[in-house]
């Protein structure tokens, strides 16, 4: 389809929903974020391996929705500036100046775009636990929950009814494993596993495979 055509940002739209379920959560004492690992193209299983929570400082993460390229290239952007940041200022990035650097990075590419959506979520004493939605074309919304991809109205079902502002990240990874599996049990572009992290004032860290265990998710 060619860019002039006047459906295009309609094709990017829905193409960037075929595939993947992630969620974030804002808690009292930090954020959590959740994926799963199946990665697809159109009905083929591409891999089943994919972490789509990317690390991009010790107090900063991203989920990736869309283009593997476009979104590994975006979190290289990402990590660099943010370790850049920290060398110049010799503090952390704050959550929400990383959020509008990914949301100018995109908007400055919009008539070439980087097919993904990403939310960008962190944690500093200043702003507490912090998400932001953005979307391939730069634009950014600021959720206490978040789910992308194509299998987030399932999760967003789930997250509605369990989700409370004052959850800690040890309440809330759980009900972000139990949402991604309602969209793995529902949605066929979904699937495989779920990686979790948790953001907090002790930094960013993976959930191990006892930890996730422990939850009682079973597909």
Same mark, same amino acid.
């Given at each position: 389809?060619?860019?002039?055509?006047? *459906?295009?940002?309609?094709?990017?739209?829905?193409?960037?929903?075929?595939?993947?379920?992630?969620?974030?959560?804002?808690?009292?004492?930090?954020?959590?974020?959740?994926?799963?690992?199946?990665?697809?193209?159109?009905?083929?299983?591409?891999? *089943?391996?994919?972490?789509? $929570?990317?690390?991009?400082?010790?107090?900063?993460?991203? @989920?990736?929705?869309?283009?593997?390229?476009?979104? +590994?290239?975006?979190?290289?952007?990402?990590?660099?500036?943010?370790?850049?940041?920290?060398? +110049?200022?010799?503090?952390?990035?704050?959550?929400?100046?990383?959020?509008?650097?990914?949301?100018?990075?995109?908007?400055?590419? *919009?008539?070439?775009?980087?097919?993904?959506?990403?939310?960008?979520?962190?944690?500093?004493?200043?702003?507490?636990?912090?998400?932001?939605?953005?979307?391939?074309?730069?634009?950014?919304? @600021?959720?206490?929950? $978040?789910?992308?991809?194509?299998?987030?109205?399932?999760?967003?079902?789930?997250?509605?009814?369990?989700?409370?502002?004052?959850?800690?990240?040890?309440?809330?990874?759980?009900?972000?494993?139990?949402?991604?599996?309602?969209?793995?049990? *529902?949605?066929?572009?979904?699937?495989?596993?779920?990686?979790?992290?948790?953001?907090?004032?002790?930094?960013?860290? +993976?959930?191990?495979?006892? +930890?996730?265990?422990?939850?009682?998710?079973?597909?």
């Amino acid at each position: 389809m060619h860019p002039k055509d006047n *459906r295009y940002p309609e094709y990017i739209a829905e193409q960037i929903k075929k595939g993947t379920t992630t969620c974030a959560l804002s808690c009292s004492d930090g954020v959590v974020l959740a994926a799963d690992t199946r990665a697809s193209a159109g009905l083929f299983i591409a891999d *089943r391996h994919v972490m789509k $929570i990317q690390q991009v400082d010790k107090h900063l993460a991203m @989920t990736i929705a869309g283009g593997v390229a476009d979104a +590994q290239n975006l979190v290289d952007v990402m990590r660099y500036n943010a370790n850049l940041y920290r060398l +110049q200022n010799k503090e952390l990035m704050p959550v929400k100046s990383a959020a509008r650097l990914c949301s100018n990075v995109l908007f400055n590419n *919009r008539y070439f775009p980087y097919y993904v959506q990403i939310i960008m979520a962190g944690y500093t004493k200043a702003e507490g636990g912090v998400i932001h939605n953005i979307d391939l074309f730069g634009s950014m919304t @600021t959720e206490k929950f $978040i789910s992308t991809g194509s299998g987030s109205p399932v999760a967003y079902g789930y997250l509605e009814s369990e989700y409370r502002p004052d959850l800690s990240v040890n309440e809330a990874y759980k009900i972000a494993m139990h949402a991604i599996a309602a969209a793995i049990r *529902r949605n066929a572009g979904t699937g495989d596993n779920i990686n979790v992290a948790i953001i907090d004032k002790d930094g960013y860290r +993976q959930l191990s495979k006892e +930890q996730k265990a422990a939850v009682g998710v079973v597909f």
